[in-house]
């Protein structure tokens, strides 16, 4: 294992990879949890705010990331909470724009299929996709 952050859930399955008793497992993790050392609320926010400014990633993909790491609940409703429709909005115009101009060698058509793809694959809304595609 990495010095990175990881949910409780990842510390888990990595333990249990390498044959740790679960009772071992489910107690060291509990008193890593007591004194701070795991804190999946924590790290909810901290994975909401590094996919949004690293990859662009909308509401609907980091939930599945999320939900793949192992983090469910009121953690990750609180985390995904920080995460505003205008703020979404403006990250999908940025990564619109970015694509749109990196194609203008392309047939509009092409450059639109291309960054609607792109920005369903992050999880953008098909209703903001086509509107910010059109104004495009």
Do not use: C, N
Request: glycine share 6%; hydrophobic share 40%.
């Amino acid at each position: 294992m990495t010095g990175a952050p990881r949910s409780r859930h990842q510390l888990e399955q990595a333990l249990a990879k390498r044959g740790v008793d679960p009772q071992v497992t489910e107690r060291v993790l509990d008193r890593f949890t007591e004194v701070g050392l795991i804190d999946d609320a924590e790290y909810a926010h901290m994975l909401v705010r590094s996919q949004r400014e690293s990859r662009g990633l909308a509401r609907r993909a980091l939930a599945l990331e999320l939900r793949r790491r192992g983090v469910v609940g009121p953690e990750a409703e609180d985390a995904l909470a920080t995460v505003q429709p205008e703020d979404e909005e403006e990250s999908a115009r940025t990564l619109l724009r970015r694509k749109w101009h990196a194609g203008r060698d392309l047939a509009p058509e092409v450059r639109a299929r291309r960054a609607t793809a792109m920005l369903a694959r992050k999880g953008y809304s098909g209703s903001l996709v086509s509107r910010l595609v059109r104004e495009m």
